[in-house]
């Protein structure tokens, strides 16, 4: 294939390990759900796989081209193959309340692509998917960590995560100029008992200053009553780990 085909605006490095795609494919659980989107399903290699191990398949992808491709090639309903921005798409649209998503994802816009998993977790129990190494170890930070920042904690918050495995540049076509890795993300069977607007709002302000200790970071809530009765105010955010985060929004939440 010639290298003019792809599309360096989508991010697209198409996976030629059918193993590897096997492997990621096999990782989800079907638990509690039995339909699965994919994201950026490219020339369908992951694609293929979904189709033998799940009941219902949606495709989301940016590329008109391969859009197009998609649909000669695979015997899948037409319209479950979405021609959309996944960063656009509302699943409630075509009345979606309960699946997985799985993708080998365009490196570019992963940490939007999460903001937009977060925007709609009550939906999604599940998500494999493979991003930039890099990218996952921040995701996979902890307090006291230099990468730690605003998606460790905000990812960590409403999803289980692990490291699956490591995957090397040249089973990808074009190469990439950087590592990939593999992970889960599995949504905490808790439920959800914090305000999610307080918190995102709370670990972005900490994070965006996060020289300045938190009774400063947080001015914008310094109104509320009692606000200087609040913990961890004398820390910075990289000192405070998730569950803390979490308290913190709660402590916000009961005084407003
Ligand atoms: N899954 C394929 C392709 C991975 S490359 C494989 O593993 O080989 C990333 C894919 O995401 C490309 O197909 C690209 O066109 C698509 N893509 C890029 N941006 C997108 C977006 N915003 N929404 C949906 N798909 C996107």
């Known amino acids: 294939m010639k290298e003019s085909f792809f599309e360096k605006k989508f991010d697209q490095y198409f996976l030629k390990d059918k193993n590897i795609a096997k492997k990621i494919v096999k990782n989800l659980s079907f638990q509690d759900y039995n339909t699965v989107v994919e994201i950026g399903p490219g020339l369908g290699i992951l694609t293929r796989y979904l189709l033998l191990l799940c009941k219902k398949v949606f495709l989301i992808e940016i590329d008109e081209n391969l859009i197009f491709f998609l649909k000669k090639n695979f015997s899948i309903s037409k319209n479950q193959i979405i021609h959309q921005d996944f960063l656009k798409w509302n699943p409630e649209e075509i009345n979606l309340n309960n699946f997985a998503l ?8 992963s940490s ?4 937009h998993i977060l925007k709609y977790n009550q939906y999604i129990p599940e998500c ?6 890099e990218f996952v170890e921040r995701i996979l930070s902890h307090k006291g960590m230099g990468k730690y920042g605003i998606l460790s904690v905000l990812v960590q918050s409403f999803y289980d995560v692990e490291y699956l495995f490591s995957v090397k540049k040249h089973v990808f076509y074009p190469i990439p100029n950087v590592k990939s890795a593999v992970i889960s993300l599995k949504r905490k069977k808790l439920k959800i008992l914090f305000n999610k607007d307080i918190l995102f709002l709370c670990v972005k302000m900490a994070f965006n200053q996060r020289r300045k200790i938190l009774k400063n970071a947080l001015q914008y809530f310094k109104k509320i009553p009692n606000f ?3 913990p961890f105010l004398n820390k910075r955010a990289e000192q405070l780990s998730i569950k803390e985060f979490l308290q913190l929004t709660k402590e916000i939440e009961i005084r407003k």
């Not at 799985?102 to 816009?109: A, D, L, Q, S, T």
């Open 102 to 109: 799985i993708g080998n994802f365009p490196y570019g816009i």
């Open 112 to 115: 939007k692509i999460l903001f």
């Open 128 to 133: 494999i998917g493979m991003f930039q190494k």
């Open 228 to 230: 200087y009765d609040i």
